[in-house]
Nanobody, 122 residues
Framework: QVQLGESGGGLVQPGGSLRLSCTASGTIIAINAMRWYRQAAGKQRELVASINSRRTTDYADSVKGRVTISRDNNKNMVYLQMGSLKPEDTAVYYC????????????????WGQGTQVTVSS
């Protein structure tokens, strides 16, 4: 069974840093784009950052210059390095990836992780 699992969330003071990790496990033939989303209490889920198979990255305006997304294809992992954290960064952060899981099907399906809580507070 294919799963995405996040780790690295926690409580951090304003101005601090966190590194989130996400691992795709199970039978995975290939991974296309990988993304981080977040959802703050009472708000819609929003795209924070994405990285495609060629390692082209894109960021939400709200995090540009403070966040770096990266991936390790050998480990089926994606990371989100966050710095200069602000209280408004408080949210549940979700990993998302487009995965090909069988040799007989060339289509990619999108999978989600369960999320990890990031709280920025003094």
């Amino acid at each position: 069974q294919v799963q995405l699992g996040e780790s690295g969330g926690g409580l951090v003071q304003p101005g601090g840093s966190l590194r989130l990790s996400c691992t795709a496990s199970g039978t995975i033939i290939a991974i296309n784009a990988m993304r981080w989303y977040r959802q703050a209490a009472g708000k819609q889920r929003e795209l924070v950052a994405s990285i495609n198979s060629r390692r082209t990255t894109d960021y939400a305006d709200s995090v540009k210059g403070r966040v770096t997304i990266s991936r390790d294809n050998n480990k089926n992992m994606v990371y989100l390095q966050m710095g200069s954290l602000k209280p408004e960064d408080t949210a549940v952060y979700y990993c998302n990836a487009d995965l090909r899981t069988t040799y007989s099907d060339w289509n990619y399906k999108t999978y989600w992780g369960q999320g990890t809580q990031v709280t920025v507070s003094s």
